[in-house]
Nanobody, 122 residues
Framework: VQLQSGGGLVQAGGSLRLSCAAS????????VGWFRQAPGKEREFVAA????????YYGDSVKGRFSISRDNAKNTVYLQMNSLKPEDTAVYYC?????????????????WGQGTQVTVSS
């Protein structure tokens, strides 16, 4: 089970940091991804990180603005979101794979967090 925190309301241009902490299992051997879904839209890949944190990947819409990182000692993965835009408004989900290799595909992630709302006002 992943426990998410850090969502909220922010003005355009602002920043938020989302956290995803594992409960009952360790994150360290597994890749983790962040996805988001806005009302009426399909789920979208945001970012992914491999087991060690040495490899990261980003969706085109967030490249250069978002940063994914992990602290395996704290069993937590983070998504730093800067220069937020109204189109970033969505429910954000973290998800873990049963593999150390990162993936942008939602179906390859077995364990999902509860989701956290991010709202960016213009």
């Amino acid at each position: 089970v992943q426990l998410q925190s850090g969502g909220g309301l922010v003005q355009a241009g602002g920043s938020l940091r989302l956290s995803c902490a594992a409960s009952g299992r360790t994150f360290s051997p597994y890749a983790v991804g962040w996805f988001r879904q806005a009302p009426g839209k399909e789920r979208e890949f945001v970012a992914a990180i491999n087991w060690s944190g040495g490899n990261t990947y980003y969706g085109d819409s967030v490249k250069g603005r978002f940063s994914i990182s992990r602290d395996n000692a704290k069993n937590t993965v983070y998504l730093q979101m800067n220069s937020l835009k109204p189109e970033d408004t969505a429910v954000y989900y973290c998800a873990a794979r049963n593999s150390g290799w990162a993936s942008s595909e939602a179906y390859e992630h077995a364990y999902w967090g509860q989701g956290t709302q991010v709202t960016v006002s213009s």
